[in-house]
């Protein structure tokens, strides 16, 4: 049984940090692409970034390049998002995701979601 878990989000002021963590397990996870995604209310769930599966390669939509780092630790089964200089916009929730493909960083190539870790941003 696969089991994807996020933690690490959180309430913070603008121009914070914060740091996520995403655990799977239940699946080889070297052979994964994986990915976090947002999904703010009211908009649909949006690739935020993605890392190949030897961390080689990232990919980062454009509102948040050079603010976020993706990266992985394929010994301990995990992805972690690098969050900073946070923007009220950032807010929504954040999803980690195990998929197959990694161009364009598409919720529709990711097979196993985690339930969701919850970032909000004050002005």
């Known amino acids: 049984q696969v089991q994807v878990v996020e933690s690490g989000g959180g309430s913070v002021q603008a121009g914070g940090s914060l740091k996520l963590s995403c655990t799977a397990s239940?699946?080889?996870?070297?052979?994964?692409?994986m990915g976090w995604f947002r999904q703010a209310p009211g908009k649909e769930r949006e690739g935020v970034a993605c890392i190949s599966t030897n961390g080689g390669d990232t990919t980062y939509t454009d509102s948040v390049k050079g603010r976020f780092t993706i990266s992985r630790d394929n010994a301990k089964n995990t992805l972690y998002l690098h969050l900073n200089s946070l923007k009220p916009e950032d807010t929504a929730m954040y999803y980690c995701a195990a998929g197959t493909r990694f161009l364009g960083c598409m919720t529709r190539d990711f097979d196993y979601w985690g339930q969701g870790t919850q970032v909000t941003v004050s002005s």
């Open positions: 239940g699946l080889d996870f070297g052979t994964y692409t």
